[in-house]
């Protein structure tokens, strides 16, 4: 089995080309994503509907255009990574040919061994938003990203790099950066898991039959 990395064109090119089960959907298969169904995501995968287009949302803007300086940052705080990124990359493996993966950063330390870079930004605006970023806490919907790459690129290690904008009860915005560390041998069961819903899902689409429900999280 191998692990592949196609480079399209450009950004169209590359959306035309994301057939797979990506790291934004795995949340919607496990029922964590607060966007999405499942049976949305399925009519998508199928067909039936055209995913929604987003691009000119002011938090998707803000967020696609603050990666790059992100990422920039991210290399000056840890130098010991080289960071390797491709515009508009798609990656497969042949291990899992229902996936796919496209990275904000692939990282390598100095022995080689690859990690992933995931780049977050997100507004804070109501308690409820807060208690997911709380202490050590990444939302469920994003953690379930971070697993679907671990799948595909079979990465050791993963940092997610989150710029948090609190604007709570009128007061003055004030930023935030967390960085969290995750090892790929503490999660291996969780992978597992993400492993057997995304292969449950994509049978659904093979089939042509409407999966179960999987209620999203509010």
């Not at 990275?103 to 208690?131: C, H, P, V, Y």
């Not at 990203?145 to 989150?162: D, M, S, W």
């Not at 009860?169 to 057997?196: A, M, N």
């Amino acid at each position: 089995m191998a692990i592949h990395k196609k480079i399209y064109k450009d950004r169209k090119e590359w959306l035309q080309n994301r057939k797979f089960i990506g790291g934004s959907d795995a949340g919607v298969i496990l029922g964590v994503c607060p966007w999405k169904t499942n049976e949305e995501l399925w009519e998508e995968k199928v067909g039936i509907k055209e995913p929604d287009d987003i691009s000119d949302n002011p938090l998707v803007m803000y967020g696609t255009f603050a990666e790059e300086h992100l990422r920039a940052l991210f290399s000056m705080d840890y130098p010991q990574y080289h960071i390797l990124h491709d515009d508009n990359a798609i990656i497969t493996n042949d291990a899992f040919p229902f996936a796919s993966a496209s990275l904000d950063g692939e990282l390598f330390d100095k022995d080689g061994e690859m990690g992933i870079l995931e780049i977050k930004t997100a507004t804070i605006s109501s308690k409820a938003q807060k208690e997911k970023w709380a202490g050590n806490s990444i939302p469920q919907n994003y953690y379930a990203q971070i697993l679907h790459y671990f799948l595909v690129t079979e990465a050791k290690f993963a940092y997610l790099k989150a710029q948090l904008k609190y604007e709570m009860d009128g007061e003055e915005p004030f930023l935030y950066t967390k960085h969290y560390r995750i090892e790929r041998s503490e999660v291996e069961d969780d992978i597992k898991y993400l492993e057997e819903k995304e292969r449950e899902f994509w049978s659904y689409i093979e089939k042509n039959e409407r999966p179960h429900t999987v209620l999203p999280e509010i």
